[in-house]
């Protein structure tokens, strides 16, 4: 039980493109979704936690309008890289909660500005 | 400001050598404290939950244990796969996990 699926595992992308990434809990209904950033050897980094249709909160010093975070419906959430660049370049895993304090972690998406 | 610190950062055993790494937090008004493996280039895989000071958790050759300032994880036996980085990491019943910057565990064949 708990699965958490992303999609893609990774994606490479030309500067300037946006990119869209899944996070879909497969066997149970998520109340929240959070998204997180992992640098190489550096612990996570929460980037924003999103509820059923409601807005995400994003954390102090992520920009809300390059990072676009849609939660649809209580098994996925969306996270669009607008207008990439080199720097975007990192490690992005979703996490999904259901109603206990446990988060349940996808297996991360790989993306590659070039 | 909640904190948790863990050690040592990394930890290089032979294969069957026991061993415990720490995880220390200051966090005010802890519900739970959770302890992840996550392998190279993959998403942490959740091992245990904590509730409260005392309690105790198993599975296979883990065991994660918590007081009131830390909380250990006791690793008894252990073979090459259990080769991971193991994150700690609390919770204040909020939304948001305050994680640690995890031990980088080597298992020498």
């Known amino acids: 039980g708990a699965v958490v699926s992303q999609h893609p595992s990774w994606v490479i992308c030309k500067s300037g493109t946006s990119v869209k990434i899944e996070c879909r809990s497969l066997?149970?209904?998520?109340?929240?979704m959070f998204w997180y950033r992992q640098f190489p050897k550096q612990s996570l980094m929460l980037m924003a936690t999103?509820?059923?249709?409601?807005?995400?909160?994003?954390e102090q010093g992520v920009e809300k309008d390059k990072f676009l975070i849609n939660h649809a419906s209580l098994t996925l959430s969306t996270l669009t890289v607008t207008s990439a660049h080199p720097e975007d370049s990192s490690f992005y895993i979703c996490s999904a909660r259901a109603t206990s304090l446990e988060q349940y972690f996808g297996p991360g998406t790989r993306l590659t500005v070039t | 400001e909640d904190q948790v610190t863990q050690s040592p950062e990394a930890l290089r055993l032979q294969e069957g050598e026991s061993s415990s790494l720490n995880c220390s937090y200051t966090?005010?008004?802890?519900?739970?404290l959770f302890w992840y493996r996550q392998d190279p280039g993959k998403g942490p895989e959740f091992l245990f939950t904590?509730?409260?000071a005392g309690e105790e958790k198993e599975k296979e050759r883990l065991k994660a244990t918590l007081t009131k300032k830390e909380s250990f994880l006791h690793i008894t036996a252990p073979k090459p796969e259990d080769s991971a980085t193991y994150l700690c990491?609390?919770?204040?019943?909020?939304?948001?996990?305050?994680f640690g910057t995890g031990t980088r565990l080597t298992i020498i064949p």
């Open positions: 966090v005010s008004g802890l519900r739970g």
């Open positions: 904590l509730y409260s």
């Open positions: 990491a609390a919770s204040r019943g909020n939304e948001k996990l305050t």
């Open positions: 066997d149970f209904q998520a109340t929240t």
């Open positions: 999103s509820n059923e249709g409601s807005k995400a909160t994003y």
